[in-house]
């Protein structure tokens, strides 16, 4: 079964992600409210992908920030993936080393299945 990491996303949000990587992968889904807590998670457990909210929902940290800080550890092997429907943050996500993530406005959308379906099958 895959592990999927959860990032900074609101309550409204995170059950909407968590249902369509569970009802659509064989997948188990951890949450993380606070991108700080993410580092330590990745210190702790070996994930398949990260998929990371553009702002913390919970404190306002940018995933961008994140993605960053996560890139300078080598220790850390891992896809991330950052949500946003900004292209400018996506281009600036993919060029700090995340892979292609998806637009909110897309989560249903059979191509953002298909994107996750590269890291999830």
Do not use: W
Request: charged share 30%; glycine share 6%.
């Amino acid at each position: 079964m895959k592990e999927v990491l959860v990032v900074g996303h609101c309550d409204l949000d995170h059950p909407r992600i968590a249902s369509l990587i569970e009802d659509n992968f064989s997948a188990k889904v951890t949450r993380a409210k606070l991108l700080k807590y993410t580092k330590y998670l990745l210190g702790k457990h070996k994930y398949d992908l990260v998929i990371i909210n553009r702002i913390g929902a919970f404190d306002q940290e940018s995933g961008i920030d994140l993605i960053n800080e996560i890139k300078k550890n080598s220790s850390y092997k891992v896809p991330l993936m950052l949500v946003t429907n900004h292209k400018d943050q996506m281009d600036l996500a993919v060029k700090s080393g995340a892979v292609l993530g998806y637009g909110k406005d897309k989560l249903y959308d059979k191509e953002t299945i298909k994107l996750l379906g590269k890291y999830l099958s």
